[in-house]
């Protein structure tokens, strides 16, 4: 058994916004300011929500004050109502409601102050590939990945396996990905919010099970979406190649054989995983420099001791008992800061800890200290509902929600635009049911396996570090 709290919950924070005039919170998802609503917002929003769906399942909400409210009053109530939003999205039913999602929604596009228009948004399908779709400003995420597929050419039944994650190019190139984009966020409104060219959308495989690599690749575009992918993982070096498989993948290449290309990939090191960037872990002892990447239903260490060994070990989601996602507000002398944040980007630490199964009957807690311990989070708990759906001999796949009329919201001569072919191979001549539950924070994992396994991971258990080396641009 296991239960999940959202992204919200961890990645949130309530911060008060006080003045004579009236009450107002910000509300920080990842760090980041999502928007600001006032005591009266919410309360209506927990009104809407009770009449919904009855007061025994709403949790409590912090009352009315008759008297203005002195400093420790208001920090009181924003301490209830961070509270209370924390309960509300933890829900199964009302965390995914529309209701509350439409409201953050809603509060996020009044904050930013933009309007509901129509808009060209940027989709990157690599480093150098991008869609440009014409979207409304307050298109939700599920509404974007639609109108990309379209644009692509990509059948419904596919879109189900990408989203749409909000990456950070940094100034050598290297890609950050931030999170993964969210039923109760705009992306347009997400992205232009921060106002800075490095960051930007893309479009990204969100299944781990190679097995549904064939899937995708029976159609001509999934197989250009994933062999894209797949080559950009190699030039950012997150998949290891060798002298002997790179001159294999080259030849391949300039066969235009992608199926083969990727078949050959698949059984590489790191194959499907996300690289996070360096971070500092306590395994397997305090203050050792990583870097953590997540697939294969692992998360995999490479890390650098103290007296500057390598070593490289791997933990199964199969063996964590539980994990979550802390954070914590800059301290000055000694005592945390309560003040609220000057800007939209707040300075918190974040830790992402999970409980492991070591040995027979021999748990032992690892934390990772990363500004991506809420991704690394959600690619966990996408790992155990796929794991859960499998197990329950269901499939990955699923149909975009349709409309009550069954189109889009969009005009006809968008939904008319269709795309040339795309992510072409070197050789111009040649061709080309379950929702799962990916919003993040804390989870207990029972009974998926209890096998005690030779591989548990220890202190001993590390081993070598392996070199990259990556196929340059010249090459691919």
């Not at 949130?12 to 609503?37: E, G, M, P, T, Y």
């Not at 106002?195 to 064939?214: G, M, N, P, Q, V």
């Not at 590489?268 to 960037?277: H, N, S, T, V, W």
């Not at 692992?298 to 007296?307: A, I, S, T």
């Amino acid at each position: 058994m296991f239960f999940s709290l959202s992204e919200l919950v961890m990645a949130c924070s309530v911060k008060n916004l006080f003045s004579s005039l009236r009450q107002a919170f910000n509300i920080h998802v990842n760090s980041v300011l999502h928007c600001q609503v006032r005591y009266s917002q919410l309360l209506g929003l927990h009104q809407q929500i009770k009449k919904e769906y009855g007061n025994n399942v709403v949790p409590a909400f912090p009352p009315k004050k008759i008297f203005t409210l002195t400093p420790a009053e208001v920090e009181q109530r924003r301490e209830q109502l961070e509270k209370y939003m924390q309960a509300v999205r933890q829900d199964p039913m009302l965390g995914a409601s529309e209701m509350f999602n439409s409201f953050l929604r809603k509060a996020q596009q009044e904050t930013q102050q933009i309007p509901t228009e129509e808009v060209p948004l940027e989709i990157y399908l690599s480093k150098r590939q991008k869609v440009t779709v014409n979207i409304l400003t307050s298109d939700q995420t599920e509404d974007v990945l639609e109108a990309v597929a379209s644009k692509l050419d990509l059948p419904d039944d596919l879109a189900g396996y990408f989203s749409l994650f909000l990456v950070r190019e940094g100034v050598d190139g290297g890609l950050t990905f931030v999170r993964k984009l969210q039923d109760f966020e705009l992306p347009y409104v997400s992205v232009t919010s921060l106002r800075s060219s490095e960051f930007y959308i893309a479009l990204r495989k969100s299944y781990w099970d190679t097995a549904y690599d064939s899937d995708v690749m029976d159609n001509r575009v999934g197989l250009n979406l994933l062999y894209t992918q797949t080559v950009s993982d190699i030039e950012r070096g997150w998949i290891l190649v060798n002298k002997d498989q790179h001159r294999q993948l080259k030849s391949l290449q300039e066969k235009g054989s992608k199926k083969e290309f990727i078949r050959l990939c698949q059984t590489l090191k790191y194959f499907g995983y996300i690289q996070f960037d360096p971070c500092v872990t306590d395994f397997p002892e305090k203050g050792c420099h990583a870097i953590v990447s997540a697939g294969n239903n692992e998360l995999n260490f490479q890390v650098k001791l103290p007296n500057e060994q390598m070593k490289e070990g791997s933990f199964k989601v199969t063996r964590m008992r539980c994990w979550r996602v802390t954070s914590s507000v800059p301290v000055a002398n000694g005592t945390a800061s309560t003040s609220p944040c000057s800007s939209a980007k707040c300075e918190v630490k974040l830790e992402l800890a999970f409980e492991y199964l070591m040995s027979k009957d021999r748990l032992q807690w690892v934390t990772i200290t990363s500004p991506q311990a809420i991704m690394m989070s959600i690619c966990l708990q996408s790992m155990v509902d796929e794991l859960m759906v499998k197990k329950s001999g269901g499939s990955i796949k699923k149909m975009l929600r349709k409309r009550p009329n069954g189109s889009l919201h969009r005009s006809e001569s968008q939904q008319a635009v269709k795309s040339p072919p795309l992510l072409d191979s070197p050789d111009p001549d040649r061709e080309q049911i379950v929702k799962l539950s990916t919003k993040l924070s804390s989870v207990s994992l029972r009974g998926i396996s209890a096998s005690n396994s030779a591989n548990d991971v220890s202190g001993n258990d590390f081993h070598g570090n392996y070199a990259f080396e990556g196929i340059g641009d010249d090459d691919l």
